[in-house]
């Protein structure tokens, strides 16, 4: 159990850590003390009660705060053992000595081993939750990122057991950045006639698509789950996309879920500006591409990019982008894709450690402002379609 304290006051000082410990035999209990200077650890001190165990035992020691910028204290107990139990009471640090230890009332132990019933009602449902929760990507390129094992033209067999482990239970497919240069009917046919392209525009790095769709649709038999595709909307064509719909209708697993896109709003470098789209544009492309896929299979479901930035996340590079997309395309959106992966990320490599630590926890409370966010532009923009339209994170 760990405090990360801010040591500003403290820092060139020294100061006092202390606190009361007891275990059981077998086990030691451990008061430590760290200190963290300019994002590097420094020196690591230590308390226990080793010698008096069964009692408690009063332990304390200075320890000097080094003199940066930028410095915290990390303030932690702990244990060694496998086993047993361990107490910790007023722990502290101070300026100056400590406190004259107080008597200790005696350590009430239970007479055998500490037991906890739990119980649950397995028939009352919170909430539930949909099979699609968890996914990952997988591209095309460089044989499916090697879990296509090219040398004995197979899916690597130890892959794809570790992949059904893991509970993937949806794939995304043919990638994130790639998919708006992949052109699917490329990716199938026999493989040794499938001809080597390159990955993306100006890239020189290039591979055959060995992994195409039949492939991906055989992982996800292999694994118990399902694929959804991302069209090519930033260099091909709804025509394109209506025909991958058609040649999937029929296979197994069924391929119900469909992304226009990737991340079109991106303009920030070579790659991205050479498909970049404004919203409008956008919004117009999609219609196209839904309406042309629709036509093939009336049954699947059609996500449209986009996001709202949030902190230092700020990947949306058009302000207007959501109120452009769900204002001129709501009704053909059955959902609203975006890409703010929601997990704790710094973008400064010279954040502080205590800057780090705190944005850790602030990261839930900005995750629940950006769906509200998210939600309401929807009710707002695309009034008649708010109680239709999901919010889909897929990258």
């Known amino acids: 159990v760990s405090q990360v304290i801010s040591a500003t006051q403290y820092r060139g000082r020294t100061v006092t850590f202390s606190g009361y410990l007891s275990s059981t035999p077998g086990t030691t209990g451990y008061i430590g003390l760290l200190s963290i200077a300019n994002g590097r650890p420094g020196n690591l001190a230590m308390l226990s009660n080793q010698g008096g165990e069964n009692d408690w035992i009063f332990r304390s020691a200075q320890y000097k705060v080094p003199n940066g910028s ?50 649950v009602d397995a028939g009352r449902a919170i909430r539930p939750i949909p099979a699609t929760l968890f996914g990952a990507m997988v591209e095309w390129r460089w044989n499916g990122n ?37 052109f699917w009917k490329q990716g199938v046919g026999p493989r040794s006639r499938r001809p080597v392209v390159k990955h993306e525009i100006g890239s020189q790095d290039e591979s055959r698509p060995n992994f195409g769709t039949d492939e991906v649709l055989d992982l996800a038999r292999r694994i118990g789950g399902e694929v959804m595709i991302t069209v090519n909307a930033g260099s091909g064509t709804a025509e394109e996309a209506a025909q991958w719909v058609r040649y999937v209708k029929d296979k197994q697993p069924a391929v119900r879920i469909w992304e226009v896109g990737n ?38 479901r059609i996500a449209a990019i986009g996001g709202s930035n949030y902190g230092r996340y700020n990947i949306v590079m058009y302000k207007d982008w ?11 959106i059955d959902l609203l894709a975006v890409h703010n992966s929601y997990a704790p990320v710094v973008l400064d490599d010279s954040a502080d450690f205590d800057t780090v630590y705190r944005a850790l926890f602030a990261a839930p409370t900005l995750m629940r402002e950006n769906f509200r966010t998210l939600a309401d532009e929807i009710r707002r923009y695309a009034p008649s379609r708010a109680s239709h339209i999901r919010l889909a994170v897929t990258e």
């Open 70 to 119: 930028e410095v915290s204290l990390v303030l932690f107990a702990s244990t060694d053992g496998t086993g047993g139990e361990a107490w910790f009471d007023d722990v502290a640090v101070t300026f100056g000595a400590p406190d004259a230890p107080r008597q200790a009332a005696p350590v009430e132990r239970a007479a055998g081993p500490m037991e906890v019933a739990i119980t």
């Open 146 to 182: 090697f879990i296509w094992d090219e040398a004995a033209d197979r899916l690597d067999p130890r892959l794809v057991e570790l992949t059904r482990d893991l509970g993937v239970t949806l794939l995304r497919y043919p990638g994130g950045v790639y998919s708006d240069y992949y």
């Open 322 to 332: 959501n109120r452009t997309l769900l204002t001129e395309a709501g009704d053909e």
């Open 263 to 300: 991340e079109l709003y991106l303009n920030d470098s070579v790659f991205a500006k050479a498909i970049s789209v404004d919203p409008r544009t956008y919004a117009r492309r999609f219609v196209q591409f839904a309406r042309a896929m629709r036509r093939e299979n009336g049954d699947i």
